[in-house]
């Protein structure tokens, strides 16, 4: 062998061994904090799971036994279904990297068209449900060629369309509420979902109550994470919100997606208005004033980044149960509704910060 070729042969060792040994270094001295990074990066859904058997733990110690009381816990159960089917709309949505300020506005105007429209206008109220999900469809679609289409940002077009929902919600409704009893007797098809039944657990455990509102709510996400996770659609949703520019050199038709996104979530926000007025019996357009802020929270708590490209409709019931939960402790522990809010808010700045602290190991 040449000196040359020796010495190439030799030079080439030495960068194979300086390589290992610089991938052992790196490996072996990888800080638990940065392990722990990593994990979280990895498993999301995990944040949201740890801070809800906190959450918990704290509340069974603060609200004492009440608190693991079946019917409380059926309870809690009742009072997130609006909170997470809207979630799940909202949750599409932000994981485009887009937000959609108009989804309790698309809510309250889609159950005040399917209640005029049947109690007032006389309408079957088969009728004015498919009516008031085609509200749904309208509302979600002019945000999404908004958005697609114009190329508007999503905080400026939903904010615009959120003040224009809500001034047809006072238009249509007259400011007027809808009484229980006259929903019923015309269009109980509409109080549907608020409809509940029994199940009896073991003797000493007490009586679980189920509303067919939260039945609906399960299929929902059930359904959202099919297409998001087996589908060819979810798949083009994650990439757009990731890296909107690679995913349409990738043959991606990206405006699509979001158009057809934006579209399936005002659908959606349809269901929760028939959700909403199976829960309070009356249709009003004054309900629901906090949802469009509880369901960011649930998507933002349930680990889905505000930032697109990562997140789970699985995360996002959990952050509804973490909303659920903690509002219903710390009323049970009697702490004001004021301080209620405080908590609600702080957990949206902790669970951003945390976001922000996984995504630098993506860096």
């Known amino acids: 062998m040449s000196d040359d070729a020796a010495g190439s042969a030799t030079a080439e060792k030495g960068l194979q061994g300086s390589a290992a040994d610089v991938a052992s270094f790196d490996e072996e001295h990888k800080g638990a904090i940065r392990r722990l990074q990593g994990f979280l990066h990895k498993y999301p859904t995990s944040i949201p799971f740890i801070v809800l058997l906190i959450g918990v733990l704290i509340f069974s110690f603060a609200a004492g036994p009440k608190f693991f009381a079946i019917l409380n816990l059926s309870l809690v159960l009742q009072q997130v279904t609006i909170i997470g089917v809207l979630g799940i709309a909202q949750t599409l949505i932000i994981l485009t990297a887009g937000i959609d300020l108009s989804v309790g506005a698309i809510m309250i105007l889609s159950s005040i068209v399917m209640g005029r429209l049947a109690v007032v206008a006389g309408v079957p109220p088969e009728i004015s449900f498919l009516l008031g999900l085609a509200t749904g469809f309208v509302c979600g679609l002019i945000n999404g060629v908004l958005v697609a289409m114009v190329k508007l ?31 019923q007797a015309v269009a109980p098809l509409l109080q549907w979902l608020g409809s509940s039944f029994k199940i009896r657990l073991p003797e000493g455990m007490g009586t679980a109550i189920i509303t067919f509102g939260s039945i609906l709510m399960i299929l929902l996400a059930f359904g959202a994470w099919y297409v998001l996770n087996r589908t060819a659609f979810g798949r083009h949703v994650y990439a757009t919100g990731d890296d909107p520019e690679s995913a349409r050199l990738a043959g991606i038709n990206t405006r699509n997606v979001l158009i057809a996104t934006y579209t399936i979530a005002g659908v959606i926000c349809a269901i929760a208005g028939w959700v909403t007025i199976g829960r309070i019996g009356a249709v009003s357009p004054l309900a629901g004033q906090n949802a469009n802020l509880d369901a960011i929270t649930a998507v933002v708590i349930g680990g889905t980044s505000l930032f697109g490209g990562r997140g789970s409709i699985v995360g996002t019931l959990i952050g509804a149960l973490i909303v659920g939960v903690f509002r219903n402790g710390l009323a049970l522990a009697g702490v004001d509704v004021l301080w209620q809010e405080f908590a609600v808010g702080g957990l949206i700045i902790v669970a951003v910060t945390i976001d922000q602290w996984i995504r630098k190991i993506s860096a």
């Open 153 to 183: 940002p999503p905080f400026i077009v939903t904010l615009g369309t959120w003040s224009m929902y809500g001034a047809m919600i006072i238009f249509i409704s007259r400011s007027e509420t809808l009484r229980q009893q006259d929903v």
